[in-house]
């Protein structure tokens, strides 16, 4: 398991914009996040301004609805401008709920039309294709 294809390139791009950066997953517990990003030559604590993961028995739209609302606060972001990338159909709806704008990625467990479906403003195949959604939704 390693880092998907322009993450690094990405979340560099959105730094040298002012742009703020949250890592929040159900994948993996911090120790396996830290892991996997060093192999790429990332250090979690410096690359994300934030970074969350939730317990096993979390999962679901309720605990990444919590840990989304906890990134949003931690950065002091305002709800109608920060932008959740996703790639299922629980990531879409929950930051849906919270009045995000949501950006579904191709790389996981969403086809494109379940998170279109869920409410998605934008669906890209990979993170490579990120900031030109951004800019495109404005």
Same mark, same amino acid.
């Given at each position: 398991c390693g880092?998907?294809? !322009?993450?690094k390139?990405?979340?560099? *791009?959105?730094?040298?914009r002012? @742009?703020?950066?949250?890592?929040?997953?159900? %994948? =993996?517990?911090i120790? !396996?996040?830290?892991s996997?990003?060093a *192999?790429?030559g990332i250090?979690? @604590?410096?690359?994300?301004?934030?970074?969350? %993961? =939730?317990?096993?028995?979390?999962?679901?739209?309720?605990?990444? *609805?919590?840990?989304?609302?906890e990134?949003v606060?931690?950065l002091?972001l305002?709800?109608i401008?920060?932008?959740?990338?996703?790639?299922?159909?629980?990531?879409i709806l929950a930051?849906k709920e919270?009045?995000?704008?949501?950006?579904g990625?191709?790389?996981?467990?969403?086809?494109?039309?379940e998170?279109?479906?869920?409410?998605?403003d934008g669906v890209?195949?990979?993170?490579?294709?990120?900031?030109e959604?951004?800019?495109?939704?404005?």
């Amino acid at each position: 398991c390693g880092v998907l294809p !322009g993450v690094k390139e990405t979340i560099l *791009k959105l730094k040298e914009r002012g @742009i703020k950066t949250a890592l929040v997953t159900t %994948t =993996l517990d911090i120790d !396996g996040i830290v892991s996997v990003l060093a *192999k790429d030559g990332i250090n979690t @604590i410096s690359f994300f301004d934030f970074a969350f %993961t =939730l317990e096993p028995k979390e999962k679901g739209m309720l605990g990444i *609805k919590e840990a989304l609302e906890e990134a949003v606060s931690k950065l002091s972001l305002s709800q109608i401008n920060t932008v959740y990338v996703g790639d299922s159909v629980a990531n879409i709806l929950a930051g849906k709920e919270l009045g995000l704008v949501t950006i579904g990625v191709l790389t996981g467990f969403g086809k494109e039309a379940e998170l279109f479906g869920a409410g998605a403003d934008g669906v890209i195949k990979d993170l490579t294709h990120l900031m030109e959604k951004i800019d495109e939704l404005g």
